[in-house]
């Protein structure tokens, strides 16, 4: 099955694409999801509705209204404070509008439309993902089960066969299921959540088998790298649990941006 990023590698624009136009609609639509990640983010683990009731300010619990819920913008022309109480909103929230425009636009750099269409959906859903466990350290079925469903989609659209992303699914989830089982037969731990688990296995549809191989190891240096950081400062001990979907969700991204760059490297090599 071709990854994301294989596809990329064929993707031609056609002369003449307002591709530029293109972005700045891309960038202006991930600034609107990021802005419903802030949502997923404190409802979900809450068990609030997503729906209602509508957003109001955590301080003097006013609704606020429409004009300033922009996305960044208002939090701009509000200079980060609230218009009823002029408390003091965490920059946390236009952060995550902005980095749900980066992820947007960087898969339509690197993987092409109409593929982008699936994959910014899919880069939404793993950044609300990595917050969500960074925070609770639990993912939620529902953030999974909906990028099962896209990635279905996707995989009917853009692989060849149902045997690939099958496979796919199996390198994600069985390599992590036998690392979990021996932790816990060697230290009495487990090594990784179920939640990780069905995270990679949902992530083989859109990556295959090479592209899975490839987010474990963007993800297992990166939490490597970071867990040498904590210890070394002190900040954790040994045996202390750090969420792992962050990671795995960066690695994820990282192999549909770069996974087609580092397999003709290793060629080349």
């Given at each position: ?15 003449g ?63 980060g ?121 949902v ?32 900040r ?17 991204i ?5 996974g ?10």
């Open positions: 099955m071709p990854c994301a990023s294989c596809y990329n590698a064929n993707y031609k624009r056609p002369k694409e307002p591709y530029m136009p293109l972005i700045i609609l891309w960038a202006t639509i991930g600034l609107c999801f990021g802005s419903f990640a802030n949502v997923l983010v404190y409802r979900l683990p809450r068990k609030i509705s997503v729906i209602t009731p509508p957003s109001a300010c955590r301080a003097c619990k006013n609704r606020i209204p429409p004009c300033d819920l922009l996305p960044l913008i208002s939090y701009i022309l509000l200079k404070r609230c218009r009823k109480c002029n408390a003091h909103i965490s920059p946390i929230y236009p952060l995550t509008e902005v980095a749900c425009a980066a992820l947007f636009v960087g898969m339509l750099i690197f993987t092409g439309f109409p593929s982008a269409i699936f994959l910014s959906v899919l880069a939404f859903i793993l950044l609300t993902v990595s917050l969500i466990d960074w925070h609770t350290q639990e993912i939620p079925d529902g953030l999974l089960l909906a990028a099962l469903v896209i990635g279905i989609a996707w995989a009917a659209i853009f692989s060849v066969g149902f045997i690939g992303p099958i496979l796919g699914i199996l390198a994600g989830a069985i390599p992590l299921l036998i690392i979990d089982r021996l932790t816990l037969a060697l230290i009495k731990k487990d090594g990784f959540g179920y939640g990780d688990v069905k995270l990679m296995a992530a083989g549809l859109y990556l295959g088998v090479g592209g899975v191989f490839t987010a474990f190891f963007f993800a297992f240096v990166a939490g490597g790298i970071f867990a040498t950081f904590l210890l070394a400062t002190g954790a001990r040994r045996g202390t649990y750090i969420a792992f979907g962050p990671f795995l969700c960066g690695g994820i990282a192999a549909l941006w770069f087609q760059a580092l397999k003709d490297l290793l060629t080349y090599l």
